[in-house]
């Protein structure tokens, strides 16, 4: 196949990954990146030996696929220039800053035939793979991610953050439509909400808990969901895991079995663009959605509204916070 001419643009702290998987596998090659700082842009494109340029239009003429990590306010500016210029947009998560922003950009890549990924990269951890299979129709999931505080990510707050990541992987299990949302959160270090804590309940009958801190001592990312005849705790850090599984017969005394899960150490942001490549290439499905990215932001605007004491229209809920 037809090795694939990628650009990145926004080299920062995650855009710099970006750039460098692309210059390493062997389907895409790195044309040239782009950045509005000329130190940064300068500095990652001599250290892969491409071009560097300020303005992104500057770049699209020269690729067939960009992936996008500016601030997310620009995010539908700069998505929709690459794909009115035909290229293919593997943008960061969240998609858009509005659901309406998003949806706008998933109608243009559909009239204009582009595939249009969202950097959901929690998806593509290896551990996810491994208990994927073994999730149906639980009934309680709790989903924790603390880090510690860093002002880099702070003009967005944690739901947009950190929580989004737990948001998307949830709604990858097919729990059906959400019926209610509840939330709470408050700004500790910064002029945005640090802590957030929401309750989210699903038509299928699930209810997922999900925390979110930056004001932690440490990292911390796992999962507890429990279903009929099996309990289930993931840590996404050490990628580990542990199944607890009922035996027929259904009883007390029935014999419970015990498996560990360990992953493979595979780069979960490779993996993301490996499926981006792959779907330009044959149209194989992998990669998270321009949809799946907007649902992600639906539910993540309503737990903001909880918090906030207002209404969205995905639950019609409002609380407000104590």
Do not use: W
């Not at 090659?29 to 494109?45: A, W, Y």
């Not at 770049?59 to 293919?88: K, N, Y």
């Not at 321009?290 to 809920?317: F, N, Q």
């Amino acid at each position: 196949m037809e090795v694939i001419k990628a650009g990145v643009i926004g080299v920062g702290h995650l855009g710099q990954h970006h750039a460098r998987i692309y210059s390493e596998l062997p389907q895409t090659r790195l044309v040239g990146v782009v950045d509005l700082d000329r130190t940064r842009r300068t500095e990652i494109g001599n250290r892969f030996g491409v071009a560097h340029f300020e303005d992104c239009r500057s770049l699209l003429g020269q690729v067939d696929a960009v992936s996008v990590a500016v601030p997310t306010r620009r995010h539908r500016e700069v998505v929709l220039d690459c794909l009115e210029a035909g290229v293919h947009v593997l943008v960061e998560k969240p998609i858009a800053a509005t659901p309406e922003e998003g949806r706008q950009m998933v109608r243009r890549a559909k009239q204009n035939g582009l595939v249009l990924h969202v950097g959901h990269v929690e998806r593509f951890n290896p551990v996810r793979d491994l208990v994927k299979d073994r999730i149906s129709n639980p009934r309680f999931i709790e989903c924790h991610r603390l880090a510690p505080f860093q002002p880099r990510g702070t003009d967005v707050d944690v739901v947009l953050d950190l929580m989004i990541h737990d948001v998307d992987l949830i709604l990858s299990f097919g729990l059906g439509q959400v019926n209610t949302v509840e939330a709470v959160g408050i700004a500790v270090l910064s002029p945005q909400v640090d802590f957030a804590h929401a309750r989210v309940e699903f038509d299928k009958g699930c209810v997922v808990n999900f925390t979110a801190s930056r004001m932690s001592t440490g990292r911390l990312r796992k999962m507890r969901l429990f279903q009929e005849r099996l309990y289930l705790s993931v840590d996404f850090l050490s990628r580990q895991g542990i199944v607890y599984r009922q035996t027929e017969p259904a009883t007390v005394e029935a014999f419970v079995q015990e498996e560990a899960i360990q992953a493979g150490d595979e780069e979960p942001l490779k993996r993301e663009l490996q499926a981006f490549v792959q779907a330009m290439q044959t149209g194989a499905p992998g990669g998270v959605s321009g949809e799946e990215g907007v649902a992600a932001l639906e539910l993540v605007h309503a737990i903001i509204h909880s918090i906030r004491g207002t209404t969205h229209p995905l639950t019609g809920v409002s609380k407000v916070t104590p």
